[in-house]
């Protein structure tokens, strides 16, 4: 129980310790192999986003093929294979990943819990190279004689690595190098916004005072922490596969009236090992997606946060859970229906605490003074696009529909709503929210309404229609649907529909980038705290914040994070590190 | 997969008692005023850091056993007869373990001989112990157990190759110690950093107790369990 001591101070003056901050003495040090978990943050992020941009090309180049079949001459089936695999694990690992908890990560955590830094800056940035090392392995991939890997991204044995499967060669070895390597860039920055947050908080930031942001962050970097070793651990293995002849996930097979080297090795034990930690994925995407949401539906509503309790031990049991929910992705691998049963139900009672969230993001603004600003609109969006994907999981969570479905494009539309354009669209957001922070400057509203609307509206019908397709039965991963007697006229109108769209929206995203550009030179300078927000990030002495964070005094925390429009406040905002209700 | 799963319940089980420890029914909203939280109620932050690695390291090998697990008893499985050396070098990191803990507890009671000397002694035994693991698979390559040859080989690889890696990273990082303190046994880094490093040390013992015992095909009755669940 927290001792209540308003109206004093409540600290003993030498509680803490001031952290001393490794201070740059060069311009390398400082911009380059920075130790400021600001600096390691804009190179997190910024490279992922030029990982996606890579990523978004190859969607394109995808759509492109399924809407006007042939019209690119240089798109063969192999590199039809090869732009899904790469837009798929480039996507999900190597951006959505590396944005929230790399890039946001960095910027929040100690900024957000009263820090000066996180816990060890120098594995912090060496957390940063081995994810750049692991970035440029990946992209090797494209130079290597057979180009990077088609294996689809769950990189499946035994097709992975067999001949005739683009990239089988050198491709599917230097991608299970990088991801190695990413994770163990991963490990190295998840033990830091971990132990961060549990030992650097400032005094009187107590657990239950954490903003829903952190909350976020610390339950996604935990579940992070424990699930990619699955993906370590399988990649170790099928590159003893590929590379020494064993055979752990190899079965016999006889290839062009050959019998290879491999025997009775298990691809079903490679599905367990990748979605023990792929199931898991979906939430390190999403939590901390719930968490900012949270925070910015708070500010922009101007009201307390509804459920903060709720919404902490819903974030945690939602983390505890998805670590027995990864059966669900292998209900057609001939399981045992038992097991079909179990996984089935932990899909559906996993729905819980994530309705929790919703009703709560709900009743948050519900009567609030809502502010019709990008980043509640893209919140906003977040909800509907969120609720949306989330429902068609209830489908696919149950094995009798999930079979028919399964190989079906509602399933791309599924986990594209939901983990993929729900989280973009809170990166988004944050990114219109704390820009002011990070820059000291304010985005052009018009250009970034304009992408908003593009973004949301464009995302929102591409993939809502494409459910229709799936339940049509239109066959995911085909290169080319030809002639089929099944498939009515319509889907091809649909799927050029939604390739126009692709592009418009893809195309969109260059606004964004421009106004980022733009702003940070000439936007218009941001007031002090330029939302009115309560938590610690807009409380420092500089706009941007010093490379210490704090100054000379390093801030003491007094209440919660939502204390908006509080009864007889002067104003409808109360800092968490002020001591008064008046000020 | 149920070994890993279960890992992850005795983790999320901890954490719990963590978090319940840190008062996670406190309501924020009705009690503003500084807190009482004061430095001396957390662990050391480096302390946190180690049990944070111990987790990920424990879920790699709770992964690896998993998979052994669930490839044991497939037709082409063939358990190789373990080296006899296994045992010899169990007891290599047997001493090791208990140099490095008994090193620790002489810093701390600032016996500075006895804490080097019984620090020489966890190091060179752990070194041993690599070197003889190198040597057992040698052995085991001699009598016709390579990586290829059968995937009860490979495993043994896997996991003794694994582990020694492990404990390689765990060696360097007590001669980073030791050249960062340039061998001042006493002083407070040195003296954090060994008792980390023994711990660290107890963790990888227990974790090849674990698998010295499925290499020596004692986990039959483990696997029988399993298939029976499934």
Same mark, same amino acid.
């Given at each position: 129980?927290?001792?209540?001591? +308003? ?21 390398? $040090? ?38 006007? *079949? ?113 994770? &163990?860039?991963? $490990? ?13 908080? &400032? ?20 579940? +992070?922490?424990? &699930? ?5 651990? &399988? ?31 298990? *691809? ?19 939590? *901390? ?123 791309? +539309? ?131 914040? *010093? ?37 | ?12 089980? !901890? ?6 420890? #840190? ?78 803990? !008994? ?59 694994? #582990?020694?890696? #492990? ?34 040390? #107890? ?28």
């Amino acid at each position: 129980m927290v001792e209540v001591r +308003a109206g004093e101070e409540g600290f003993h003056p030498d509680d803490f310790e001031d952290e001393e901050v490794p201070h740059p003495r060069s311009w390398w $040090t400082k911009y380059v192999f920075s130790q400021d978990a600001k600096v390691v943050a804009l190179q997190y992020a910024g490279t992922a986003i030029f990982v996606g941009f890579i990523a978004l090309v190859m969607s394109w180049l995808m759509r492109i093929q399924l809407a006007f *079949p042939g019209a690119l001459s240089f798109i063969d089936q192999d590199h039809y294979y090869q732009f899904i695999t790469m837009h798929g694990m480039m996507m999900v690992v190597y951006v959505l990943t590396a944005v929230f908890l790399g890039g946001f990560g960095n910027y929040l955590i100690p900024l957000m819990i009263g820090a000066r830094d996180m816990a060890f800056p120098f594995i912090n940035m060496l957390s940063y190279w081995f994810y750049l090392l692991a970035v440029l392995i990946l992209l090797s991939g494209f130079f290597l004689p057979g180009g990077p890997t088609g294996a689809g991204w769950t990189l499946y044995p035994p097709q992975a690595l067999l001949q005739g499967t683009p990239g089988s060669q050198y491709g599917i070895v230097v991608m299970f190098a990088s991801l190695c390597v990413f994770i &163990a860039g991963f $490990t190295m920055g998840g033990l830091n916004y971990v132990v961060t947050v549990l030992q650097l908080r &400032a005094p009187g930031m107590t657990m239950m005072r954490l903003p829903m942001t952190i909350w976020g962050l610390f339950i996604a970097t935990i579940m +992070a922490l424990l &699930a990619f070793p699955g993906l370590f651990v &399988a990649s170790l293995m099928m590159l003893c596969d590929r590379l020494l002849g064993t055979s752990f996930f190899m079965p016999a097979i006889v290839q062009n009236g050959e019998q290879l080297a491999h025997v009775g090795g298990s *691809p079903i034990l490679y599905q367990h090992l990748f979605w023990f930690f792929g199931h898991p994925e979906v939430y390190i995407v999403a939590v *901390p997606a719930f968490g900012i949401v949270a925070d910015l539906l708070s500010t922009h509503a101007r009201k307390n946060l509804f459920g903060y309790r709720m919404m902490v031990w819903a974030t945690i049991a939602i983390g505890v859970l998805s670590f027995v929910v990864w059966g669900h992705h292998m209900f057609i691998s001939g399981m045992n229906p038992l097991f079909g049963f179990f996984f089935a139900t932990s899909t559906l009672i996993i729905a819980i605490p994530t309705a929790i969230k919703v009703y709560n993001w709900i009743f948050t603004i519900w009567r609030g003074d809502i502010h019709l600003n990008v980043p509640m609109l893209y919140s906003l969006s977040f909800i509907v696009t969120f609720v949306v994907g989330g429902l068609s999981g209830l489908f696919l969570g149950n094995v009798a529909v999930d079979v028919p479905l399964n190989s079906t494009y509602f399933v791309v +539309a599924h986990f594209h709503m939901v983990m993929g354009i729900a989280p973009l669209l809170v990166i988004f957001g944050a990114i219109y929210h704390w820009f002011p922070l990070i820059s000291g400057r304010m985005m052009n509203e018009k250009l970034a309404l304009a992408h908003f609307w593009i973004t949301f509206l464009g995302t929102y019908a591409m993939f809502f229609t494409m459910h229709y397709l799936g339940v049509l039965g239109v066959p995911r991963r085909y290169y080319e649907l030809g002639q089929t007697a099944f498939i009515p006229p319509s889907v091809t109108s649909l799927n050029i529909f939604i390739t126009v769209l692709a592009l418009i929206v893809g195309a969109a995203q260059l606004v964004l980038v421009y106004n980022f550009i733009r702003s940070w030179r000439h936007g218009e300078v941001a007031a002090r705290n330029p939302w009115r927000a309560t938590t610690l990030e807009w409380q420092t002495p500089d706009m941007p914040p *010093p490379h210490d964070n704090w100054g000379p005094q390093a801030p003491k925390v007094y209440r919660w994070a939502y204390d908006y429009s509080v009864p007889g406040a002067p104003r409808d905002y109360i800092p968490q590190n002020q001591p008064e209700a008046r000020a | 997969m149920i070994v890993a799963v279960l890992f992850i319940w005795l983790l999320a089980v !901890g954490a719990a008692f963590y978090l319940v420890r #840190h008062d996670l029914a406190q309501k924020p909203w009705l009690e503003p005023g500084g807190g009482t939280l004061t430095a001396d109620e957390r662990e050391p932050t480096s302390a946190t850091g180690l049990v944070m690695v111990l987790a990920v390291v424990g879920v790699v090998f709770a992964l690896v056993i998993s998979a052994f697990l669930m490839r044991a008893g497939d037709a082409d499985w063939v358990t190789p007869p373990a080296p006899p050396l296994l045992w010899f070098n169990t007891g290599l990191l047997i001493v090791s373990s208990l140099g490095l803990e !008994g090193a620790a507890r002489a810093s701390a009671r600032r016996q500075a001989g006895r804490a080097e000397a019984l620090l020489l002694l966890g190091a060179v035994t752990a070194c041993a112990f690599i070197l003889a693991q190198i040597f057992a698979w040698r052995e085991m390559t001699a009598a016709g157990f390579g990586v290829g040859s059968n995937v009860g080989a490979a495993f043994f690889y896997l996991m003794t190759g694994l #582990h020694g890696a #492990h404990l390689l990273g765990g060696l360097v990082a007590l001669a980073i110690t030791l050249a960062q303190t340039r061998g001042d046994i006493l002083g407070q880094t040195a003296r954090t950093r060994v008792k980390f490093c023994a711990m660290y040390w #107890h963790f990888l013992l227990l974790v090849w107790l674990f698998l010295f015992a499925l290499l020596q095909g004692w986990g039959g009755g483990l696997v029988a369990l399993c298939r029976g669940l499934i």
